[in-house]
Each structure stands twice: as structure tokens, then as C-alpha cells.
């Protein structure tokens, strides 16, 4: 294995565990750690090797699990923002407008379940960064 294999390999670990931990309060020193690299040069390889920084990737992680959680379940949108890991229901609104392109309160009012196989759906859906 190369040293560039290597070190994609360790990304990979980290952005699953990432995925794995998305609730969980995060830092990219502790990501970091998971890949066995300082903070600095995992942020500068995550971004090259993913498009984007760690700390934007957990945030549109969670993002994504609160849309799944407003469009299917009736849980208040506080109590949504607290179960994906934001700590401010602010934070959440601000982040998920930037994400979304729409409040969490208008994305539940308008997301009704299409007529297409979940996993159509569910491309359809993510957002992008």
C-alpha cells in the first residue's frame, strides 16, 4: 500500500466515524486523532480529498438526519436540533437555512413523502454543500 493509499484509508476511518458520531459533540482534534494526524493536516487533506472542511461535512451530516427526522416524525424542531448534535436551536435554524435553502418549520410544512423508491427519494433530497 502507498503512503497516499494509507492516508486516504485513515480519512475514510475518520469521516465513518463522523458519520458514526454525528450527534455526539465533535471537534476536529478528535477526528484528527481517529486518523492518526495533527488537526491542521487533516483539515487541508479532508477538504482536498472530500471537497469540503470536516466541520462542513458534520454539519450537513446532521443536516440530513434532521430532514429525515422533520419529514417523518411529528418531533418538535428543538427537540430535532438537540437529538442530530446542535447544542442552539438558532445554530440549527441558521445552518439548516444555509444548507436547505428553507426554514426546518417550512421544510416539515412542505415534505410530503413522493410516490418514488426511498432510495430515488433520498438522492433527491440530500442537500448539497
Known sequence: MTPREDE???LLRARDA???HYAEPLDVAAIARVAY???AHFSRRFKAVFGETP???LQRRRIERSMA???DTAT???DVALTVGFSSPGTFSRTFRDIVGTSPSDYRARADSPAVPGCVARAWMRPAS
Open 69 to 71: 427526522l422533520l419529514r
Open 18 to 20: 463522523m458519520d458514526r
Open 76 to 78: 418538535p424542531v428543538t
Open 55 to 57: 466541520h462542513r461535512y
Open 37 to 39: 494526524v495533527s488537526p
Open 8 to 10: 486516504n484509508r485513515r
